[in-house]
């Protein structure tokens, strides 16, 4: 299509108060996307191999990509905030930990009026997005490189292996309130792990993967404290939770198979200290999960994902 997929040249982008370096990647025409283009390729991006979950770059690439067409499968739609009308006429746009960009890339191009940015504490090269998209490299840990008040919509979602609850509490939800502005929205979506309808050996599994979890320092039930750590800060004006199902396996045709293959995919990016927590051999853990992939057909398992959005007090 014309389209040069040549890297692009990182700038540093310097912010007071901070002692941290951010990089952020510009657009240029030979880089952007156009309404028709999708970004669907691994090629239109480069990671570096930094990931809490043992996995390759071509394995994290494709668990982002399943995530995020499961997440607009799920819900019908890329968001739930009110904020539809906003971006029609133009608004400025947070995707806090946004991977390889795909939701930015698609919402971006449905609203070209409105300016999104996208971090990530990934050095990320995206290689084709929307002129009205940037991506910037920085830690919400340390300090996010914009101004108070800065956005008037913040989204984040997956980011449940990433921080520990006192992160949640004392970092990433002030830091994102930091940055938004009076009135504006905040959505964090976030999956429950924890399933339904689970067989004892699946329950055996999704109980290890919480302990190596929690030997991370990483509540896996933090869904659970989302609406009320937001709630404590005293700057919302009205905290939503919305749930939604998401069947694990074959007898759920729409979407069954691939939630079942994120399942999966979970249990192999932790293999290691799984096999430590259960005793087992790796053998004996690729047995135990190919019992899983029937089990879930036979019991009828499912799981839930979450959404949660405010708008912060004037």
Known sequence: MGINLSKKRLRPLRSSGSTSTTTTISSSDSSILTRNDSFTSQEDLEIEPLFPLSRSQYEQVQAWKEQHLLSKETWGEHFIAPVNEWLKFGVKVLDMGCGTGMWLTDVGSEYPLSDFIGVDILPLIIKRHPPNVEFIQADIKIRLPFPDMSFDYVHMRHLLFYFTENDWKNMVIPELIRVLKPGGYLEIAEADIEWYNASPLTKTLISAAHNVMR????????????????????????????????????????????????????????????????????????????????????????????????????
Request: charged share 30%; aromatic share 12%; net charge positive.
């Open 215 to 314: 030997q991370r320092g990483i509540n896996p039930f933090i869904f659970n404290r989302i609406r009320e750590i937001m709630d404590n800060t005293g700057m919302f004006q009205g905290i939503y939770h919305k749930t939604a199902d998401s069947q694990i396996g074959k007898w759920e045709k729409s979407k069954g198979e691939r939630v079942l293959k994120s399942c999966v995919a979970l249990f192999t990016g932790i293999r290691v200290p799984l096999c430590r927590i259960l005793q087992i051999s790796d053998e004996t853990l690729d047995s135990y999960i190919k019992q899983f992939k029937a089990d879930v057909d036979i019991y009828k398992t499912y799981c839930k994902v979450h959404r949660f959005y405010a708008a912060r007090k004037y």
